[in-house]
């Protein structure tokens, strides 16, 4: 969901973007007037998450799944040990194969996929390239709520919780997210990199793949995803409009406990994940009669309440509650969910 007053903005701008008589799609994205957009754009990025100089933002094509190969090209080098991967979900477990795709690989840990492996299990020897996270997994609804801190560089697939609280960023190497849950449309991909760690990266990779030469070309190696790149802009106007992180931090909070506290409740519909694991932005459920889920998915579309089919891997059901959602659709799905249980339970 994006906010609606970014999209009348949006809209507003479609056929004349700032009095240039075109749209912001219409020009190069080598004029003055879109650089401008994409420096502004990373500005704000900057002060909504705090990032220092020592990291390096680029805004890149390919979304987060680009990224489970593009940082093991940059950042996994002969002369460390192999990437470790902390699996935690089903996005965690395809960026360990897609390393694996380039070479050997390191499993520090393993959960059963409703929980967080605990930092002090992991297995981690010193010289591990990396240690890669998924902050939150989408599909089965766990998230980390706090970060370890880690004796190699610490990256973390924040596809569907960057922005939605803030970070203690001296703690990563890299940080990568797919746009379309809480930044804009699906096309651009934010990559925020600690500086050292670009002199990583050989000197033979494919150009348009490598974090250094891309930071050479401020992310415009070939022609960016410019609309992507301007409405995700406008997202982190809205953001900063309305508070900044810890405002979306506390709205978080108060969606999915609302949500939480009905399931925790019910006999009739159970929470997944366990609490100390539980996602702010995916919450997992069930039907304690798993026959009633179509009818239930069905029911809920009829009054608008979209998108509760859990994803086609794990099955049951999940309300995605990202930083655009108002409260009031949250209150919407427990009263249907309440008059539902009233019905069939
Ligand atoms: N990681 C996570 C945590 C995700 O939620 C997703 C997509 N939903 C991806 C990776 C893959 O993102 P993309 O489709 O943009 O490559």
């Known amino acids: 969901m994006l906010p609606a007053a ?4 949006a809209q507003a701008e479609l056929l004349d973007w700032g009095g240039r008589g ?3 799609m219409e020009i190069s994205h080598r004029s003055p007037d879109f650089m401008a957009l994409a420096a502004d754009t990373e500005a704000r990025l900057r002060q909504l998450l705090d990032i220092g100089d020592e990291h390096v933002v680029l805004f890149l094509a390919g979304g987060a799944t680009a990224q489970f190969s593009q940082i093991p090209m940059n950042l996994a080098t002969p002369d460390q040990g192999p990437p470790a991967f902390v699996i935690n979900g089903h996005w965690g477990h395809k960026a360990s194969q897609y390393a694996a795709l380039r070479g050997p690989v390191h499993i520090a840990a393993r959960s059963d996929p409703l929980s967080i492996p605990p930092p002090a299990d992991w297995n981690l020897p010193d010289d591990s390239a990396y240690v890669h996270i998924t902050s939150n997994e989408t599909v089965d609804g766990n998230q980390f709520a706090e970060f370890p801190q880690t004796p190699c560089p610490l990256v973390a697939d924040m596809s569907s919780d960057l922005l939605s609280r803030a970070l203690p960023l001296q703690r990563f190497g890299v940080i990568y997210a797919s746009a379309q849950k809480n930044l804009g449309p699906a096309g651009v991909t934010v990559v925020i990199i600690r500086r050292d760690l670009l002199e990583r990266a050989p000197s033979d990779l494919p150009p348009v793949y490598s974090f250094p030469q891309q930071l050479a070309k401020q992310s415009m190696m070939n022609t ?3 609309f992507s790149w301007y409405l995700t802009g406008l997202v ?4 900063a409009e309305q508070g900044g992180v810890e405002i979306m931090a506390q709205r978080a909070k108060r969606r999915s406990a609302m949500l939480y506290d009905l399931l925790d409740r019910s006999g009739f519909y159970r929470a997944r994940v366990p609490v100390p694991f539980r996602s702010r932005m995916n919450v997992t459920f069930d039907l ?8 239930f998915v069905q029911e ?7 998108g509760l089919k859990g994803h086609r891997v794990m099955g049951g059901l999940r309300a995605s509650l990202y930083n655009a959602l108002p409260l009031a659709a949250v209150e919407a799905l427990v009263a249907f969910m309440n008059d539902f249980e009233q019905r069939w339970g």
Not at 300 to 306: D, F, H, I, R, S
């Open 288 to 295: 304690a009669e798993a026959d009633l889920l179509p009818r």
């Open 300 to 306: 809920a579309e009829a009054v608008g309440l979209q």
């Open 6 to 9: 970014v999209l009348r903005r």
């Open 22 to 24: 075109v749209s912001v």
């Open 236 to 239: 982190f106007e809205w953001v």
């Open 224 to 226: 960016p995803v410019t």
